[in-house]
Structure formats: C-alpha cells, structure tokens
C-alpha cells in the first residue's frame, strides 16, 4: 500500500474497525494496536517479509458504528470523533439533492419521469426506515425507481409519475413502523419512558396496573440494566412515600403492580421486539 501510494505519510482509511472478530487465526485488534501506537509503530515488524518499517508518519483514520465494542487498550491509542445520526430534516435534503438524482441516472430516467414531495420522502424516512444514516433510505427509493421505470418501459418514455404521501404504500407495500396511537394523548395509568438505541432512541409507553399480590418485584423482558434500574429506583420511590401517597396493606400482603412496556428495543437491532415487565410492590 505505502509502494502504491507513493509517498511515506499517506492517509490510511480503516472502515468499519467495530466488525473485527477474534478467532484461532489470531485478534485483528491487537494487530491495529501496534500499529496506531505512536511509541511502537516506527518499528512496525511486517510478519510477512519479517523487516522494520516506520509507520509514524501515517495519518490512519477508522470509522466504526458502535465505539464501545473496541477493546479500551485500543480506544486509548485512538481521538474519539463522535459524529451524530442525520436528522429527518437533513434526511430527506440529502435524498433531493443526492440519493434522487442517482437513482435516475442508474435506471436511465429522466427528471421528468418521475417527481417526490417532501412529504412523500418523509413518509419514507418515518414509516419505512429507522437508522442514523440513509442506506436503508436508498434501499426503498431504489425499490420505488425500478416500479416505476418498468412503467416506463411498458407505456413508454412519456410516462410520469407523482410521488406523495399517500401513495408511497403503492410502491413499499405496507409500513414496517407505525406511531402508536396511545402516544398521541396523555392516558391514566400510562407513562412515557425512553430508551437509546443505535438508530436514534425509541419512545416507550409503559401501562400500569394493580392487583393484590405478594410484594415482589418481578422483572420479565429484554430490558437493559438501565432500565431495570430504572424500575427499581421508582420501586422504592413508592414505598418510601406510601403513606403520602394513601396506600395501605392488604390481607394478601400487599399490591401487585403490572407493568407493560410492548416496544422495548432490541440491543442487538435497535427495533422493539416487544417485552414486558412485572413490578409487585408492598408499602413499607
């Protein structure tokens, strides 16, 4: 690479460093670590042809999704440039500007062929996709393209279609996320929690309910350790403050409180896969 570049200090770019694995053959993150650090790498040892080569005038720049799945050894050597997820906003200025254009020179369109509203590429963005960046976004605009450029072909050049809100289900089929209508208004017995995600956040309604019960709290559910915590320190918000709050024993020893939280995300996707959690509490 340094003969192919042509000079001693180039700019090495490492994608994706966070999808290294270690297996039997060897751990790719202890390989980077010689090389990234500034006190090693100018007597970087090539296995291969078993020389010295000075590697402290290149400028490397990785780009990982999750930072937290490198080892800390590693992150140490590294300047942590955290970057923030595209907003809806600049979603949908980036797909005018770039993603459209794109796509009519790849399916040999004209402009004229075919036509997004703002509001249609943002029942993309809303209903259709749920990510920081905008490749699943190219995904389904590429989806609506090849429609449409076979409507082309089978009527002809002077074809044009008008995409708007209403009918991007013609073309995407019916909607992955949909809002909850409960979100929409203020509900007894339901609060509003939040979770982080690696798409952006997720917005947890959480149903309540009472019942007699034993006084046990039981949590069920894919709920990260936040959260249950979470659960917990409410838990004993309530009993330390039962009697302000008018509650009592009962003869079953105390109340069962059910908690449902249906869009808990998944750590691993990102997506609500649904779970619940169960809170039995009794009153000091």
Known sequence: MMKKAGTCNPVFLLDEVDKMSMDFRGDPSAALLE?????????????????????????????????????????????????????????VEIAKQHLI????????????NIAFTDEALTEVVRRYTREAGVRNMEREISSIFR?????VVLEG???????????????????????????????????????????GGEILPIEVTLMPGKGRLTLTGKLGEVMQESAHAAMSFVRSRAEELGSTRTSTGGWTSTSTCPRAPSRRTGRPPGSRWRRRWSPP
Request: proline content about 6%.
């Open 35 to 91: 090389v990234l650090d500034p006190e090693q790498n100018h007597t970087f040892i090539d296995h291969y042809l078993d020389v010295e080569y000075d590697l402290s005038s290149v400028f490397f720049i990785a780009t990982a999704k999750r930072a937290a799945h490198h080892p800390a050894a590693l992150q140490d050597r590294l300047e942590v440039i955290r970057l923030p997820g595209y907003t809806e906003r600049e979603k």
């Open 101 to 112: 254009p794109k796509q009519i020179q790849s399916h040999g369109l004209q402009p004229a």
């Open 147 to 151: 429609k449409v450029a076979r409507k």
């Open 157 to 199: 050049r002077g074809y044009a279609a008008a995409i708007d809100a209403p009918n991007v289900g013609e073309y995407l089929g019916i909607p992955r996320y949909r809002a909850i209508r409960q979100e929409e208004k203020n509900e007894i017995g339901t609060a509003t929690g939040l979770a982080w995600t690696e798409v």
